[in-house]
Nanobody
Framework: QVQLVESGGGLVQAGGSLRLSCAAS????????MAWYHQAPGKQRMLVAS???????NYADSVKGRFTISRDSAKNTVYLQMNSLKPEDTGVYYC??????????????WGQGTQVTVSS
């Protein structure tokens, strides 16, 4: 079992920055892939950024060059640095921990989400 707690959301003006944090507990952190998802109002949850256990990162095209995902295994925490924020970045951001073996998903855990609102 993994517990994930997100923090760092808030209200920011367009062009501003926020750093989201996701603290993990309950199991070994370093053997899990981590990711951030964005759910805009009335829309599906979409992958924003991910980082593997080997620190390989991947980003949605809409955030490339603006967002950076990182992980600190000593603190069991994954971060999402969000710069040059746009109104369309508004929504709830969820942290996810997962583990796969080949193409098989072994487990997936989600945090409760943190709200980000970007005003124009």
């Amino acid at each position: 079992q993994v517990q994930l707690v997100e923090s760092g959301g808030g209200l920011v003006q367009a062009g501003g920055s926020l750093r989201l944090s996701c603290a993990a507990s309950g199991s070994i952190f370093s053997d899990k892939d981590m990711a951030w998802y964005h759910q805009a109002p009335g829309k599906q949850r979409m992958l924003v950024a991910s980082i593997t256990t080997a620190d390989i990162t991947n980003y949605a095209d809409s955030v490339k060059g603006r967002f950076t995902i990182s992980r600190d295994s000593a603190k069991n925490t994954v971060y999402l640095q969000m710069n040059s924020l746009k109104p369309e970045d508004t929504g709830v951001y969820y942290c996810r921990a997962s583990k796969t073996r080949g193409t098989t998903l072994i487990f997936s855990f989600w945090g409760q989400g943190t709200q980000v609102t970007v005003s124009s």
